[in-house]
């Protein structure tokens, strides 16, 4: 019989092989024309039975109809009355025995005994005399008894109002049984067929495909869990991010260096000496080494950024284009890097560049000393600053490691990534500021945004974004912006009429919005769950 | 850069009654969010605390932005919002002469030098305190202490109840066995000496005392009857202390730094000259200062003016508004600005006392925007060129590595760059090499230096997900850092590549088959070291066309199991110059050494792979 041979049989055996049960259903579907499993095979748990019959039924061979009922069960009470009698009869035996029963026996102690006690008074089975209870009869019929042992085996009483009242007494309990009546199916057999799982290279060989008995597919499971490697959730977010940036134009900044200066990281951006984000309590400062050389070109920053760079000469004349780190070299030669230092000095001291200044005995220590680096804008200065050799407009952006001194707690780490973007040009405006972050945000899937006047020391306009966040019903601060001040972008030398736009954000917190994360410990560092970084979805911002 | 400051509550029925009308929770709002400030907290719907038996009445914590010393106090932000909305104009702060005409005068002693050597005063003449406005001028002082006066090392207030003391005062130096008064709140005289022990253990001044302690010389103020007014930046006298009752009060203030010292004085002496019988008048001190050229009289209460350029206002708020309107538009900023008379472009504008903010014409660009709204700002993006995006060299080449491993089915981890010396030096077994950076003020032993390797941030990563199952493989892309004198920084990052497999057999060959599949990828061809040294034919060929090899040697290193490691050596394909580079050590993979997984509390074994990627570039 074709199907009755393959190379994948279907195990028939189930409860660890003792018991072929899908078998012994067919034999009894064979004889009777309708089996009740219950009575059939009372001892096979119902799961093991409804999936026998599931095997068969997905095969036609039979099919079934599960049926509801209620049965009763004797409890431990009932169970002792339908073995050792009723308290009644107990009391009543007892009596019998003793002749004549004192009420202060032992054996009429108890609850049960009080209860039997009253029962056989009301069956005039026994009576008070004086001090002690005597037989009134020398036979009794226990009824509680043969009806519990009745139920026991029927599990069922005959009359409802005596079920009612055995339940009361908690002598029995109303229990939902399932059961199954099985018959023949249309496609009934005697045995299961040996059944095709897969298809093999030898079955397409043999060409036994064409006649194969397939098993049927199961489509309620879900498929197999397939290993594989995963890219982290920062990682994906940080890819969507610069493809933004990429995509509006923008050239990525050097920021391999977590180390800075004092000069670079807050005296270029007029940061004053004296202000608070320069304490110990906020900024890491680095004991070895002790202290930093002064302001110069940075060779392998520069290099990175000439690689990148296009430029048109390079594809207007005949001779080969110089090497990025000759044009490198031609770049940092027209920058006069102590000029720089003198005019970052004497804006923050004496004031320059149309400003008064900060008016404060500008220390050149504090400008060497090392920090880890508490924002990316330390690189974005330098960068500016390469700038002045060749104004022209540009725009630039980061997405990488900075370091504050904070106290750990489920917001804050003593790391996490700044997103920021640069954008230099001539004629810029404060609205036109708005508008770019309003494209910026709308590709992330923040289309409406509010600007709110904001203070940062190396931005004047300085302006935060805010956006509606619909699950708290407010608007949430998502990032910051601002114009670079012109104390800034003229002590390094850049014209007048270039403006600068410079915004940021972190990237940990629109990845703890977007995917309900409260905890930043589970996103960043060690403690992140390896599970969750296997199972976080794809990253697309512009749709979720 | 976070740089709001914080407020202490306003009480919030009085606020709305100084601002004229009770806004809603959303109505305020929005009204800080237009002006700039922020309203943190409304406390009408919470349980708030009973204090003699009468619920503390509710209040709006507002911040501000970290350089509006003007708005540190209740006075400051009401009068900054009623001008914004136009309920009352800028006041004219004047000095008035006292009625005597008899000025008060402070000498300064050129021993103050060594220690503390600005001075300046005022007096508030016929001030009337109420519980409110005295908790206000105590609570501004403190602000101005925590944060412009960074804790009071540039800059010390003391106030003073005139009619206690008597004048000429004398701001001096001595030694602070010389120093003797009962210091506020204390019945008992001490010399400065006891002071410093005294004041050890309190939990509020005991931090300034580092500021003058090992000074040979205290700073201490003296009235004409050699009565101590005060020991700044310490204590005041308990002799001169101000109370509800005091009507004339004398303000000293003692710095190190100039230009702060003044603003102490606009911003007091602007907040609660208003309570003056005769508002907004300030007694003026003359200050004879003669060693430093510092005498003068003060406060110079008289606005600076500041020419802006209305061009240069309208072109960056993308506008092309009239003088005037821009004027108005000031005006509500606090600012009395007029168009220059002689200059087509300029506007004259005088900047009260109360705005030491304002350092460029950028600052009153800013307000104009503000005056106008942000939010009503034309939004016109200008872009003068098309812009070409490019993707740093390092970042590409670090991809390529993280796709390679990923498909080879190790999951990126992210660790943290900041570590324990133990956890990269010693729990690896390796000896200290002094190459890493380290930190000066870390606040938990878990941050002391940055990272010099990928493993032990792997490593902890592993250790953390003990209830995911084996076999794990993890890896990182990431930066080392390491010292290095020759540059700016003295410090360097690197670029490394690093993965461990982890499961219950050590997975050496799975993290050598990862190195093989990354540097295959990278167009590296395999070669045993003889060939590598040997350079045979064909692979010297692949060599002259650009081709990486690269091979591999045994290694002992304490790191790994003796006889399961291995270094891998790299030799560059031929340049421009057509000459090979030379070999060189890109990095280790091995078998962990039992003792590495037991400081990292791992039971199973592991294997790693390090290195460097930056060669590849």
Known sequence: MPGTRGPVPIPLHINGGQRDLTAEILEAV??????????????????????????????????????????????KEGEEIASAGSHEYKVWDAVRQAGRLSLKDPSLAGANAKIGQGNAFKLKWVKKDGDALVSLTDSVQDATREQLQCAKENRTFQDPKVQKDFMKRKLVVPQKVISYVARKGPKWAMEMPVEVTDLTAEMIADGSWQTANWKPYNYKAEGAQLSGGAFHPLMKVRQEFREIFFNMGFTEMPTQRFVDTGFWNFDTLFVPQQHPARDLQDTFYVSDPPEAGPPGPDPATDEALAQMDDQDEQD????APASAATRAKDIS???????????????????????????????????????????????????????????????????????????????????????EGVIADFGLTLGGLQAFLKRFFRKIGVPDLKFKPA????????????????GLNKLVEIGNSGMFRPEMLQAMGLPEDLRCYGFGLSLERPTMIKYGISNIRELLGHKVDLGFIEGNPAVRLDRE | MPTMCSHDGVNKA???????????????????????????????????????????????????????????????????????????????????????????????????EQIRPYFSAAILRNIKFTKERYESFIALQDKLHQNLARQRTLVAIGTHDLDTIKGPFTYEALPPSQISFAPLNQTKTMNAEEMMTFYEKDKHLSRYLPIIRDSPVYPVIYDSNRTVLSMPP??????????????NVFIDITATDKTKLELVNHIIVAMFSEYCSEPFTIEPVEIISEHNSQSRRVPDVTPRTMPASAKYINSICGLSAPREELCNLLKRMCFTATPSPTSPDTLDVSIPITRADVLHQADIMEDVAIAYG????????????????????????????????????????MPLILCSRDENYAWLNRPDDHRAITLQNPKTAEYQIVRTSLLPGLLKTLRENKRHPVPMKVFEVSDIAVKDESLERKS????????????????????????????????????????????????????????????????????????????????????GDGKEGSPVRIGTFGILHPTVLKHFQLPFPASTLELDVEVFL
């Open chain 1, 316 to 319: 207007e004349n005949d001779s």
């Open chain 2, 234 to 247: 310490i204590i005041n006298s308990n002799h001169s202390k101000i109370t509800l009752d005091t009507t």
């Open chain 2, 14 to 112: 009085a606020f709305f009654k100084a601002i004229g009308k009770e806004y809603t929770k959303e109505e305020f709002e929005d009204l800080c969010f237009d002006f700039g400030i922020e309203l943190d907290e409304d406390t009408s719907e919470d349980k708030r605390p009973v204090v003699d038996g009468v619920e503390v009445p509710a209040e709006l914590k507002i911040e501000i932005g970290a350089n509006r010393y003007d708005m540190l106090c209740f006075e400051g932000i009401a009068m900054n919002l009623n001008v914004f909305l136009g309920r009352q104009t800028m006041p004219t702060y004047s000095l008035k002469m006292p009625a005597d005409g008899k000025i008060q005068t402070v000498t300064v002693k050129k021993e103050t």
């Open chain 2, 374 to 413: 942000f939010n009503n700002l034309p939004r016109q993006l200008i872009a003068t060129t098309s812009f070409v995006a490019a993707q740093l060299p390092i970042a590409k080449l670090s991809d390529i590595i993280r796709d390679e491993a990923r498909a080879s089915g190790f999951v990126e981890v």
């Open chain 1, 333 to 419: 030669s027209k920058l006069d890097y102590q000029q720089y230092f003198n005019n970052v000095r004497s804006v923050h001291q004496d004031g320059a560049f149309g400003s008064i200044g900060y008016r404060y005995p500008y220390n050149d220590a504090e400008t060497k000393r090392l920090v880890l680096r508490t924002h990316t804008t330390a690189v974005s200065a330098y960068v500016l600053h390469r700038l002045a050799a060749n104004p022209r407009p540009c725009r630039y952006f980061s997405i990488d490691r900075v370091f504050r001194n904070e106290t750990v707690d489920a917001t804050h780490l003593a790391e996490f990534h700044q997103i």
């Open chain 2, 492 to 575: 360097r990052n690197l670029r490394r590549f690093a993965a461990v497999w982890y499961g219950k057999s050590s997975g050496f060959e799975m993290v050598h088959g990862l190195l093989d599949r990354v540097m295959g990828m990278l167009r590296g061809a395999f070669v045993t070291r003889e060939e590598g040294l040997e350079d045979i034919k064909g692979v010297e060929e692949a060599g002259k066309k650009g081709g990486m090899r690269y091979w591999i040697e045994a290694v002992e290193e304490p790191t790994f199991l003796p006889g399961h490691a291995a270094a891998i050596f790299l030799r560059l394909g031929a340049g």
């Open chain 1, 30 to 75: 064979d004889q009777e024309a309708e089996v009740g499993t219950s009575t059939k095979f009372p001892q096979i748990p119902q799961a093991e039975i409804k999936a026998a019959l599931d095997r068969l039924a997905s095969r036609s061979m039979v099919e079934y109809d599960t049926k509801d009922r209620e049965e009763v069960a004797l409890t």
């Open chain 1, 455 to 470: 203070y940062n020391p190396y931005t004047e306009p300085s302006m935060e974004v805010y956006a509606w966040h619909a």
